[in-house]
């Protein structure tokens, strides 16, 4: 993915991370992520190819084009399709905000957790929409931490949460961008815009939820930028360390934790 810094690092911690959130959320964001046999779609901001292998397994007969900026990440990325043994996906470094291809190169264009990290998401979009083919659809998906809610109740958990935001947002990135999905796509210019949220909901009595969405995806993201988060002063050792306790009590015996995704999908 084209990014100013991807605020939660590279480090392998974050790698299996993003895997443990792709599995938890394969059907919930792609259970209607479908596309017709003999078609080509671009995956822009592809990372190390977590979203890549469900899209090749669900869309067997589509060839994808899947590029991101970091080598690292698409040497991760060929790895794992190569493990899976799909034979319908290839991988390119590339810039989101300079498209090497040329215009109406693409059927369809998937995005996936990438505009929330970009200074130019509109830029992004009016780049994509170039390469995409007249008629052709583009499937956005990402992520709103205000819409983050959660018991026990606590002000603390609360405040760490806002200080990814507040991070991502100095880093010139947006981590509320989930609700901006309509408008920006329509001033982009696409049209048909449709957008469904994706409701996540944990409890004890859904503990692969608890596990793998509470746990491994969102407690596991906070913890993941504490460092930045300490050095930026946005928040003091002591007060961090009790709003992370207090956030890890929402995967608790009663706890319960909620979270929305936004999936939008519109046409060139």
Not at 103 to 112: G, K, R
Not at 245 to 263: H, N, S
Request: charged content about 20%; some cysteine; hydrophobic content about 40%.
């Amino acid at each position: 993915m084209s990014t100013i810094g991807y605020v939660h690092g590279y480090s392998e911690s974050e790698y299996t991370r993003m895997r443990d959130q792709s599995k938890t959320l394969a059907e919930l964001l792609h259970f209607d992520t479908r596309y017709p046999a003999d078609t080509h779609v671009l995956e822009a901001g592809c990372g190390i190819g977590a979203q890549t292998v469900i899209l090749a397994r669900n869309n067997p007969k589509t060839y994808f084009t899947c590029i991101d900026i970091a080598p690292n990440s698409i040497a991760h990325a060929r790895q794992t399709v190569a493990a899976h043994g799909f034979k319908n996906v290839s991988f390119q470094v590339a810039d989101i905000l300079n498209l090497p291809f040329a215009d109406e190169s693409f059927d369809h264009v998937f995005v996936c957790f990438v505009l929330e990290h970009l200074n130019q998401p509109m830029h992004a979009l009016q780049n994509l929409k170039r390469v995409l083919k007249s008629g052709g659809s583009i499937t956005v998906i990402e992520g709103d931490h205000g819409s983050t809610f959660f018991y026990p109740r606590s002000e603390l958990a609360q405040r760490t949460i806002q200080c990814l935001v507040e991070l991502q947002a100095h880093m010139g990135g947006n981590a509320l961008i989930g609700r901006e999905l309509y408008p920006l796509l329509t001033r982009a210019g696409f049209r048909q815009v449709t957008v469904s949220p994706r409701f996540v909901y944990a409890d004890p009595s859904r503990p692969e939820w608890v596990d793998g969405f509470t746990e491994k995806t969102f407690i596991a993201m906070i913890e993941g930028v504490r460092e930045p988060v300490l050095q930026s002063g946005i928040i003091d050792k002591h007060t961090w360390e009790q709003g992370i306790a207090e956030l890890k009590a929402t995967a608790g015996p009663d706890g319960v934790f909620c979270y929305t995704f936004f999936k939008a999908l519109a046409y060139k």
